[in-house]
């Protein structure tokens, strides 16, 4: 009985061993393009370039990259949904020859004030594993979505403006 | 002077310089500055909801327009003949269809007060945000049918109802059923029911319009079937205020 649990636990550890090694052919950087606003706010774009690599001796076939966000608010932990936030999602190849790079860019409009984290994962067709870029993190500046200064003057003057024609058209009358 | 043209102002005067009319336009005013109001204190929105927020007040405004084009299409008529009115006019040697001209102009210059007086509520709350030009211009073009086709309507159960309350209430009741695609969410209208409700109600149509234009950002230009529905609509309310003004006797 220990000799069978022994085999098995092998058998894991070596298929294990044959994933990192096939992931470990193909590596990820990420890194935010130099234009990306400083202190960037709500309704502003960045951009996040990253490069795909086959490190290893042999063609990588079927490869996808995407990208995943999430915010890191303390109490606020979560996946964003991307949908909103960018239509770029995920990048692909046929093939990734030894050496060859297949560089991607990724567009997000920055919808929700918050801080964030991206990260872009890559798994290929035949691999066990999954390669991941560094983190990437930015902070997304509060941008008031409806100013009351536009707000105010119009939900108050306009009201006031009708009763201001009524009472003239009572004086009148 | 162009009878039409006389009936049209005068029913236009009637909203934009008597008491009654400019209740009625800040009655409207107060509760798009409520909603505007409402959305200022709120520190939790995002881009997303400012597209949202365009889209609410875009459905509101097309909602109180047609409020507004019912209540003066059933005064229009039936309020004339309750005042005593009616017949004076209709005794005039101006053909029907004049006169009926002049009443739909009416109704027509309502909603462009109402229009104007949402345009700067529109802008206040949705500028900062995405596609509000493009939100006036989908109410503009979906709004107008729907709106006016509300005040032909009222023209015709003004016509043919002897009375303006029953004329107005049957009004506001088609008038809620067709709103009510403002109320249920999306989910709520993908039954059978409410694909079919949705395929032939003209509030649908516009609603429908402002969530691919204002929310999606899709072309305006690619809202020539819900555009075809509210036409459809505006043709048949026509048809309708005509046929009943045609038949007033009284």
Redesign the interface.
Known sequence: MILHVSRVALALTLILVAAVARAGDVSVDLAPDPKNPPAPQMGDNILFRSVIRNGGPTTVDGVIGWLSLVQIDPGAEQPVDLEDWSAHKAVTATALKPGETLVAEWPLRLIQSGNYRVVVSVVSRDGGGIATSPFADFEVREKPVVESTRVLPVAVGLPLLIVAALLWRRKAA | MNPILLIASKESGELL???RG??C??AM??V???F??L??G??E??????AQ?VYDMAGIVTALGALLALVVGVDTVAGERERGSLVPLLLTPVSRDSILLGKLGGVAIAWVAMYG?AA??L???G???QNLVDGLAAVALLGTPVVLGFGFLGIGLGACLAMARTGLLIGLIALVLAASPLLLGPSLRQSAIGRAFDAVNPFSAAVNAYDAVIIDSVPIATQMLNLGTTAVWLALALWFARTSFHRVAR
């Open positions: 310089l008597s008491t400019l209740a336009l800040l005013a107060v798009l500055s409520g505007g109001l959305l200022v709120d520190t929105l995002s881009l997303l909801d400012n927020v007086l700067p509520y802008w206040a709350v500028s900062t945000g």
